[in-house]
């Protein structure tokens, strides 16, 4: 278990928080202020005990130069309507300055500060000095709270730990309990969805998982890739010709561990990769050569649906379907809503799924979405984040 603000005296100390600010933008206004609002807990409690509080996060590519596109204020001029209060900014291009450290030195307890763009600076994403090094000069504590960027070792992100005793803040403390106990602490049966496009990407989340779940449900774009290890036809449906062995490979070590691994057993076939395709459904062996396959069909969804409804905990990456298109979009519904009546525990991990289960109405029935697409990725592979590591055991 990793320390988390509660567990540090943080009363008139300089805090340094790195949030998640990496919102989307357009002609300079903020489309989506959801990761700023997600934010708010840490922040509030920090002011709550009166702590000097100093937040830094990256937002988008500006290279390692500074870039007025990519200025942090509009996240400032928010979080100030957001928290009531001001929050004071200085727009430096080189995120610490003189001016910077004399109100960071100013600030008062209950009082907030925000950086610059901490992608301004070239070392910041090699984790490299002097960044790392002006940055802690600011603060005494380290707070972590950016899930999101958790699975890289950048000067912000893990490498201010080396310099001052560093905790997570609350949204890092709900993903780990969140994602690590479903993973390592499942109440069983503990089924898996795995879907996506494609099978290359997944592997190690699929060979993660295989040695937890009792039941690994394959959908989406790879389960083409499965059928072709399979000696089937599948047509245009896309393949991820190199990871055919691959998945051979998984169906004999699921097969060896004695974990169920369940594939479709019809598809949703196009003529092309279009919502307006002419579309058919057929039995798995049965896809047709001019055609792909772009959902799982009826056969497919009741054999899932009572799968999950079975299951305690669930825990699901990547959608079943290409459910950016209505119709192809029932075999991803159906699962998200299999999900949301399951009673289980639900992990939704990936930031097409999590778009999925939002789009479909389904987010306030889970019992846990993401926030870090990659980085809920990472995890799943059981693989340690830089900056979840770094922080204090407890
Ligand atoms: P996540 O972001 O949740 O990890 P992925 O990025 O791996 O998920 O996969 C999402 C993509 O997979 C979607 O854009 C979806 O359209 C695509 N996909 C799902 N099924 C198919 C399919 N049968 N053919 C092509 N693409 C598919
Ligand atoms: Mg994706």
Redesign the pocket.
Same mark, same amino acid.
């Given at each position: 278990m990793k320390k988390t603000v509660r567990d540090i005296d943080v009363a008139g100390k300089k805090v340094l928080v790195r949030c998640d600010f990496n919102v989307p933008m357009q002609d300079g206004k903020i489309t989506d202020d959801i990761r700023i609002r997600s934010a708010l807990p840490t922040i509030r409690y920090l002011i709550e005990q009166q702590a000097k509080v100093i937040l830094m996060s990256h937002m988008g590519r500006p290279k390692g130069e500074p870039k007025p596109e990519y200025t942090l204020k509009p996240v400032a001029d928010r979080l100030a309507e957001l928290l009531e209060m001001e929050v004071k900014f200085i727009p430096s291009p080189t995120v610490v300055d003189a001016e910077v450290e004399a109100a960071a030195a100013e600030l008062q307890g209950g009082q907030v500060m925000l950086l610059e763009n901490t992608r301004y600076r070239k070392e910041e994403t090699k984790n490299e000095e002097p960044f790392t090094g002006e940055l802690a000069k600011l603060g005494e504590i380290f707070v972590n709270d950016a899930f999101g960027t958790a699975h890289r070792a950048h000067c912000s992100t893990a490498g201010l730990a080396s310099y001052m005793p560093a905790v997570s803040g609350f949204l890092i403390e709900k993903e780990v309990k969140f994602l690590g106990d479903a993973v390592e602490d499942p109440e069983r049966p503990f089924v898996a969805i795995m879907?996506?496009?494609?099978v290359g *990407?997944?592997i190690p989340v699929i060979e993660n998982l295989m040695k937890k779940v009792d039941c690994l449900i394959i959908?989406?774009? /790879?389960?083409?890739t499965f059928f072709k290890a399979m000696g089937y036809e599948i047509g245009k449906?896309?393949l991820d010709e190199e990871s055919i062995g691959l998945a051979k490979e998984l169906m004999e070590k699921a097969e060896a561990a004695g974990v169920e691994l369940l594939l479709p057993l019809d598809?949703v076939c196009a003529e092309e990769?279009s919502n307006d395709s002419r579309q058919a459904i057929f039995d798995r062996d049965q896809i047709p050569a001019d055609m /792909?396959?772009? *959902?799982i069909g009826p056969k497919t969804i009741s054999l899932y649906t009572e799968t999950l409804k079975k299951a305690k905990t669930i825990v699901w990456?990547?959608?079943?379907?290409?459910?950016? /298109?209505p119709a192809?979009a029932e075999g991803?519904k159906a699962i998200a809503a299999a999900l949301a009546e399951s009673g289980a525990v639900t992990v939704?991990?990936?930031? *097409?799924? !999590? !778009? !999925?289960v939002e789009q479909f109405g389904f987010a306030d029935k889970m019992t846990h979405i993401s926030t870090g697409?990659g980085a809920s990725?990472e995890f799943l592979e059981g693989k340690e984040l830089p900056g979840i590591a770094c922080l204090e055991d407890k």
């Open positions: 879907g996506g496009a494609k *990407d997944k959908g989406g774009g /790879m389960s083409y449906s896309i598809t990769f /792909m396959g772009m *959902d990456n990547g959608p079943c379907g290409v459910f950016e /298109m192809f991803t939704i991990g990936g930031g *097409d799924s !999590a !778009a !999925a697409g990725l």
